[in-house]
């Protein structure tokens, strides 16, 4: 899903604003709009050509090997116990992490310090909203 998420035009979701929309010089956001059937997010698409996992079974799966050698990208596994390969990957955890995931209520963290008291009574969203607040942040920011 997410092979095909990166390579999909967001569409605009109802209370984005034009600031959300579409910026790309080059390519008119009327051309996207008409190949997608729908306004599109500010949000890149593409198709990677590199992919690089860990060793987890889900990235061993033959159907999502398959669609990565379809669309001609390349795997590369990562060394056991080497974040430094996926470092860009990491890196982006922890930026969702501190930028946006520890000012929501009810947040745990990695530490039970930073917890509160009681943050499963602190934590209000439903997972569609969860979700809305999540990909709002990630075109907007």
Known sequence: MLLR????????????????EWPYAGVPADVI?????HRVAALPFFAPETVTTDHGGPYKNHDLVDAEREIGCRILP????????????????LTVQTMLFEHLLGFTGGDVADRGADPERDASLTLAQAEHIIATWIVQI
């Open 78 to 93: 990562a060394r056991v116990l080497r974040q430094t390969d996926k470092f860009a990957v990491e890196r982006q955890f």
């Open 33 to 37: 709009a008409e190949f997608t059937g």
């Open 5 to 20: 998420d990166v390579m999909l035009p967001l569409p605009m979701r109802d209370g984005w604003g034009e600031d959300m």
